[in-house]
Nanobody
Framework: VQLQASGGGLVQSGGSPRLSCVAS????????LGWFRQAPGKEREFVAA????????YYSDSVKGRFTNSRDNAKNTYYLQMNSLKPEDTAVYYC??????????????????WGQGTQVTVSS
C-alpha cells in the first residue's frame, strides 16, 4: 500500500478532526500530496494540496480558512486538519500523490497514487 489514510468518522457540526495519510518514503519525498473528497452522487473534488517539501499550500474555496494541510517529513505522514466542520463537508476523503504541476494541482488527473479513502460524516 503506497498511501494509507485514516482519521475519519462521525463528527458533530463545528468539530475539528484530523485526517492522516501515511505514505511510502519514495512517494512522500518525490511528489505533490493532495486531499480530495467525494460525496454521494458527486464527482471527486479537490480539497487541498501541498508541494514537494511543503513548498506551497493550496485550498479549494469551500475549505479555505477552515482546513489546513501539512507534511511531517520525519514520519512520512500528510495531514488534513479540519476545523469548523459543516454537514456539507460529509464525504469520503482521499489522499493522493503525483508529479503535479501547479497549474494542475486541483485536477484529479495529475495524481498517480491514491489512498483507500476515509469517511467523514458531519452531523448537524
Amino acid at each position: 500500500v503506497q498511501l494509507q489514510a485514516s482519521g475519519g468518522g462521525l463528527v458533530q457540526s463545528g468539530g475539528s478532526p484530523r485526517l492522516s495519510c501515511v505514505a511510502s518514503e519514495r512517494i512522500f519525498s518525490r511528489y505533490v500530496l493532495g486531499w480530495f473528497r467525494q460525496a454521494p452522487g458527486k464527482e471527486r473534488e479537490f480539497v487541498a494540496a501541498t508541494g514537494r517539501n511543503g513548498a506551497g499550500t493550496y485550498y479549494s474555496d469551500s475549505v479555505k480558512g477552515r482546513f489546513t494541510n501539512s507534511r511531517d517529513n520525519a514520519k512520512n505522514t500528510y495531514y488534513l486538519q479540519m476545523n469548523s466542520l459543516k454537514p456539507e463537508d460529509t464525504a469520503v476523503y482521499y489522499c493522493a500523490a503525483g508529479p503535479v504541476i501547479v497549474s494542475m494541482i486541483r485536477n484529479v488527473d495529475g495524481y498517480y497514487y491514491w489512498g483507500q479513502g476515509t469517511q467523514v460524516t458531519v452531523s448537524s
